[in-house]
DNA sequence: TAGATTGTTAATCGATTAACAATC
DNA sequence: TAGATTGTTAATCGATTAACAATC
């Protein structure tokens, strides 16, 4: 504890420079410079200087930072070291989607269990992983040492298990559900509001036609 | 023309005070006060006045918004009034998951076509859409006059596809592949990095239970 | 050593919050 | 009219960029 806190800003950051170092470092690149790196990156070379240094010093003067040793640096800051259980709660389209995304557990999330209140799914398999009846939810959960719970049900349902959840254990929920959820300090919610981000992109279609018109 | 520029953090909460708003009017509520909705939704009310003013005067002095004028309203700035036609292209599990997903119609996006390099998907159907192969993908685009292209193809053959695309006239690219494109000025690209969310869902874990140990 | 490039401090910019006069 | 609440200006806060001394 007590260490400074990061802002959510930056931490939004790290993915994407985890992603272009995972490919420099995939062709082969050593080292490499902020500058090259915002270059590349389409960023400014002293914000990726002062995002590392949130963390304390990554590169060195002269040489600039080495690419494999900074990748896994930040993934360890993403926490990627750490394995963690999910299931996943929908076995609709959204959720057999996200069930069957393999890459998911190369960065240690695994895919443990699978539940639906429809009675016609239940027992479909979608990655070796059966679907399960909701009443069977909570109990897994509290046995199965599970961390995440992927949100892809109606909104209707969502706060109410989400409810659920959050007395069982859950540690994070990973929010598709068109709702906010709204639950105790220290449990982690990250939402993907599929339709918002539509609706931004709507917006700027429509901002760009009305400019150039 | 010559508007003046609202920032993407405006843009960005939009959609949610349009997704509170039509939950309000669906509740028959007829009014409220910034300082009302502020509870709700948990942001100070100031930032809600700054917000909406952007776009003009919505409010009434001594009396708040009209929830039913002001969603409206809300609608309109995100160009949810217009309608555009959208293709998916990649019919693996999360295109097929977006297709089936009803709401998007709801919002002025019709659904028009589906594309797949994979012979053994072209031909399936996808809510009333018909898969078909990629090498039909340019024409139909020009021909059907189709604004926006939805990418839920891996990141290997995204870019390329994303040029193919802008050659033959498409507004905007939504997003879903693990890689950033590169699109000339002018084309509204919105990406969905679900690996990217994952992350930050994973440090926010990891430093609670850091901080807490 | 000289050159390059980081780490870090200072300056700027933009976004959020507070305050209050305008007005319904 | 008096009370309520917006619209808007001013103050604060935080994030980004610039600059440069430290150092490899």
New interface residues.
């Given amino acids: ?1 007590e ?1 400074k806190e ?1 802002s ?1 800003a930056v ?2 950051r ?3 420079y ?2 272009y170092l995972g490919e420099l470092k995939d062709v082969g690149v050593e080292r490499i410079s902020s500058q090259e790196l915002s270059e590349l990156m389409k960023v400014t070379a002293s914000q990726i200087r002062q995002d590392f240094n949130n963390f304390g010093g990554f590169g060195q003067q002269g040489y600039g930072y080495n690419v494999e040793y900074l990748y896994k640096e930040i993934g360890k ?4 070291d ?1 394995t ?1 259980n999910f299931v996943i709660i929908g076995a ?3 959720g ?3 069930g ?2 393999m ?2 557990e190369r ?3 695994i895919f443990r269990g699978m539940f639906d209140q429809n009675p016609a799914l239940v027992g479909q398999d979608v990655r070796g992983v059966k679907v399960r009846p909701m009443e069977e939810l909570e109990q897994f959960v509290r046995e199965n040492d599970i ?2 719970a992927v949100l892809t049900i109606p909104k209707t349902s969502a706060v109410e298990v989400a409810d659920k959840l959050v007395h069982n254990g859950i ?2 929920i ?1 929010n598709f559900a ?1 709702v906010d959820l709204n639950v105790p300090e ?1 449990i ?1 919610v ?1 939402n ?22």
């Fill in positions: 504890m260490e990061i959510q931490i939004g790290l993915p994407r985890f992603r800051i993403l926490g990627l750490q963690h609709g389209n959204l057999r989607a996200l069957n995304y890459n998911f960065r240690g999330f961390d995440i540690k994070a990973w068109h220290g982690q990250e993907v509001h599929l339709s918002d981000s539509l609706m931004k992109l709507s917006y700027n279609i429509n901002r760009y036609m009305k400019e150039n018109s």
